[in-house]
């Protein structure tokens, strides 16, 4: 049990000593990804935008005070708004009205629809490639949502908290985002690339490695030298004249 706790602690101090000794590698394979992440996000990559606008809705009859019953169901049914928001109905009909070129699926996918815990309001938040298409797309469900959420839920009328707003920022993608993933990409493959050479090298470099795998003992060293390899090639060449 000692030996082998042993040579996990040396192969592992080995390794470290390897990935060490690389390091000024594996750091420049880090900054070159990260260069490279950095420049297909700024001028590759498509810059996609986000708007979004936001409803109150709350459950009460007309002409009737806001109780704290109200507020309850209100809050529980927020969960059947966002449904009845991204519901095949309204944006097949945002779909004709703007006359979009994307299907039900694909334009479901560039919308998404959040209740922030404890609250009434309703978040609709549409990513587009075109910041003004992306403001009129979130109104567009706004309106439509509004009028299918009166008919199905028999609500009188639905509040508009905020309207949507032209982006002026892109949501995506992330300039700094994609440099670190790149950077810590680059470094995961260099070092991988280092690890699985020195577990693949098997050649003896030492006497410690001598009496590790092999298990003898060396009695002797003899020093090599570039010098003495120098002086080798030299005879031969004279030998051969």
């Known amino acids: 049990m000692g030996n082998n706790d042993d040579a996990i602690e040396i192969n592992l101090g080995e390794l470290l000593a390897v990935l060490w000794g690389r390091a000024y590698l594996i ?13 297909v996000s ?31 169901i209100s809050t529980q049914l927020t969960q059947d708004y966002a449904q009845l928001i991204k519901s095949r109905y309204v944006l097949e009909e945002v779909i004709q009205r703007l006359k979009l070129e994307d299907d039900y699926k694909t334009f479901s996918q560039r919308v998404s629809i959040s209740t922030p815990d404890d609250t009434r309001i309703v978040e609709i938040r549409v990513t587009d490639e075109d910041p003004m298409m992306a ?20 609500i009188d009328a639905i509040n508009v908290v905020e309207t949507a707003n032209v982006p002026t920022e892109k949501a995506s993608p992330s300039i700094s985002r994609f440099s670190i993933i790149g950077g810590i990409l680059g ?55």
């Open 42 to 72: 700024m001028f590759v990559l498509t810059p996609t935008y986000q708007s979004t606008t936001k409803i109150f809705i709350l459950n009460k009859e007309e002409g009737s005070s806001v109780t704290y019953n109200d507020v309850q």
């Open 187 to 241: 470094i995961a493959v260099i070092s991988v690339f280092v690890i699985l050479g020195f577990l693949m090298d098997d050649t003896i470099k030492s006497s410690e490695d001598v009496e590790n795998y092999l298990g003898l003992s060396t009695l002797a060293l003899i020093p090599y030298t570039v010098e003495d390899t120098t002086d080798k090639s030299k005879k031969k060449r004279k030998s051969k004249k």
């Open 135 to 154: 403001m009129k797309t979130a109104n567009s469900i706004r309106e439509v949502a509004s009028e299918h959420i009166k008919n199905v839920m028999d």
């Open 27 to 39: 750091v420049s394979a880090g900054i070159f990804f990260g260069l490279l992440f950095m420049f």
